[in-house]
């Protein structure tokens, strides 16, 4: 079994949890309810920024595949210490590159040091590519990898393979990226809106919502469409990364015959939901600006989402909900349109027509200023916190109360 992995953006830990739960992927005892919270607590075997499991090849297949929240899966090759050059690589060579890399593939290497001997970044990347080639009988092309605070963050030419090394207190942790790709990038969202919300924190919004995934869903400031997308996909378990490549698709040990499998189970999934949901859902997406409905249209086309949604262009105040449901959705806020754009009276207009056409619906408002959050005028909670775009944001959650 592997030791493996699953980087996520601040916030989203408890939801990646919840996902390898649910995949079988952590036990099931992991994610459990803290006394007093409406919150699970975090499993032990989550840390700032991803997730612990354990798993085999097909394991790191299925969190690729299907996880919404995640923007990484690392496959932990090696933990050992080292405090001088020579020992680093000398460990790292005794590492199975092979079974993860091909002769002559290139690499790039992203290297975060902390309070250890080595601590030059450039000098630890080149004893890896030495000890890879100690390994294979000949270094790799080398292409280089900013470092970065935050592993989710960091990209890498797409034509390599990520190698991701950690110095912490002369300890040396050797990851490969699986990946490739970060997670977010479905495949479905050529079109965007001027401020783009990402897929994975879309997807961590639907958890925090508590949506049921059967009843409405309504987001009025669609913008590109992401919500609404993810939302038909996790109705319809679609899996977010069925229409991709991965980084493991290049590793010599690669089982197409299983990838096949499980792209195949779930498609069956999918007819099957299809069949118990129907092909349209209760799935509602709305934008004053008629540009954004239709990239919003286009991106769900992309995914075979198109037809599950119904699109409409109007303003906030022409909504149409039916019955009792939740809002999900990402308004304007400061940073997102302008600074001296003042957005209080849009927020406080939302408020009064949820109230009128949304009485005891649920809602999740994504926002980074708490005054906008309080001129809607409910009764909000907002403990969940969020980074969007390189913005600490907020989850406002309640009920919609007359």
């Not at 952590?26 to 997730?51: T, Y």
Request: proline share 6%; glycine share 8%.
């Amino acid at each position: 079994m592997e030791q493996l992995f699953a980087v996520c953006a601040p916030g989203l830990e408890l939801y990646t949890a919840m996902e390898l739960e649910a995949l079988g992927l952590l036990p099931q005892s992991s994610v459990q309810n803290s006394p007093g919270s409406k919150q699970p607590a975090l499993p032990k075997e989550s840390e700032p920024g991803g997730v612990s499991f354990t798993g085999d090849l097909s394991a790191i297949y299925l969190a690729n595949l299907q996880l919404r929240t995640a923007s990484r899966v690392l496959l932990r090759l090696g933990d050992f210490h080292a405090a001088a050059f020579s020992e680093l690589r000398k460990k790292a060579s005794r590492l199975d590159w092979g079974r993860y890399l091909r002769a002559g593939q290139p690499v790039s290497i992203n290297v975060t040091c902390r309070h250890s001997r080595l601590y030059h970044s450039d000098a630890i990347a080149e004893r890896i590519v030495g000890s890879i080639g100690d390994c294979l009988g000949q270094p790799p092309p080398f292409v280089k990898s900013k470092s970065s605070q935050t592993q989710a963050e960091d990209d890498h030419s797409p034509q390599s393979q990520l190698i991701v090394v950690r110095l912490v207190n002369d300890q040396c942790a050797i990851s490969l990226d699986s990946s490739g790709d970060l997670l977010h990038r479905r495949g479905y969202r050529l079109a965007t809106a001027k401020a783009p919300l990402r897929e994975t924190l879309a997807a961590g919004m639907l958890f925090a919502s508590g949506w049921d995934r059967n009843s409405p869903l309504l987001d009025p400031f669609c913008g590109s469409g992401t919500i609404s997308i993810e939302a038909a996909m996790l109705a319809l378990g679609v899996a977010p990364g069925r229409m991709r490549r991965f980084a493991f698709m290049e590793w010599p040990g690669f089982q197409a015959d299983r990838w096949a499998e499980l792209i195949e189970a779930n498609a069956c999934t999918i007819e099957q939901q299809k069949a118990r949901l129907g092909d349209k859902l209760p799935i509602f997406a709305s934008d004053r600006d008629a540009g954004a409905v239709e990239m919003s249209r286009a991106n769900a086309a992309r995914m075979d989402m198109a037809e599950a949604i119904t699109f409409a262009c109007r303003a906030v105040s022409a909504i149409e909900p039916k019955g009792v449901g939740w809002v999900v959705t990402n308004p304007p806020y400061g940073l997102r349109v302008s600074p001296n754009h003042d957005l209080r009276n849009l927020y406080a207009q939302f408020g009064k027509v949820l109230k009128v056409k949304c009485p005891e619906w649920r809602v999740a408002i994504l926002c980074n200023d708490f005054q906008l959050i309080r001129s809607v005028g409910l009764e909000l909670e907002t403990s969940s916190g969020f980074v969007n775009g390189g913005v600490p944001v907020r989850l406002a959650r309640g009920v919609v109360r007359v």
